[in-house]
Each structure stands twice: as C-alpha cells, then as structure tokens.
Nanobody, 127 residues
Framework: VQLQASGGGLVQAGGSLRLSCAAS????????MAWFRQAPGKEREFVAA????????YYADSVKGRFTISRDNAKNTVDLQMNSLKPEDTAAYYC?????????????????????WGQGTQVTVSS
C-alpha cells in the first residue's frame, strides 16, 4: 500500500488543521492506520491509531481531547482532525499502515507494528 499525506501548514496556537492520508490499493480496509510525528531533535512519537473497521481508536495523552482520527474505507482515506493546536504540536506528521492482530494499545502505539509509511507533512504552530 502506498500512502500520501497532506494538509499540513502553518497555524497559530489555538487553531485547527485537518491532515488527510490517501492510500492506494484495494485492501485499505485490511490495514490498521496510525499517525506518528517527529519534531527536530526529538524522537518519533505516537499520535493516534484506528482499527481496520474504525471502531477502535487510541490517542497519545498529549493529544487526547484535541485530536480525532477517522477513516473512510470507501474512499481509502484516514484523517486527523487537530484542534486547539499548541506550539509543541509542531512536527512532521506521518501516516502509517499495518496489518496486525489484535489491535491492542500496546501494539498500535508502536511504529514497529506498521509496515508502511507515507511521506511526512509538516505542521507548524506559532505562539
């Protein structure tokens, strides 16, 4: 599966952005999807994940209540709605796809569970 992320940009603190990831292939619904991010000089970190059917989601504590992950299996897309953005949300955001079971929090929050990465989309939040 090939992944193409879009929607990044520059926004003021408190603002919103919606990232979108388009996947190629006819088996999108067989993949769990996730967003990770990496800021300069920092380690890659988990942001959010969603199960194949979309009925289960996980969020990093730092974004819980502000970010929402969703997917449309008919359109082969997964989105990340980001509200109340903070300067510390500034990072390159990556869309990932993986096939693993069960969709547990322990596995879904680790990038090693995902076999496919898209290119990053930059999010910059100014104070």
């Amino acid at each position: 599966v090939q992944l193409q992320a879009s929607g990044g940009g520059l926004v003021q603190a408190g603002g919103s952005l919606r990232l979108s990831c388009a996947a190629s292939g006819r088996t999108f619904s067989s993949y769990a999807m996730a967003w990770f991010r990496q800021a300069p000089g920092k380690e890659r970190e988990f942001v959010a994940a969603i199960s194949k059917s979309g009925d289960t989601t996980y969020y990093a504590d730092s974004v819980k209540g502000r970010f929402t992950i969703s997917r449309d299996n008919a359109k082969n897309t997964v989105d990340l709605q980001m509200n109340s953005l903070k300067p510390e949300d500034t990072a390159a955001y990556y869309c990932l796809a993986g096939q693993f079971s069960p969709f547990s929090m322990v596995r879904a929050t680790k990038s090693s569970a995902y076999g496919y990465w898209g290119q990053g989309t930059q999010v910059t939040v100014s104070s």
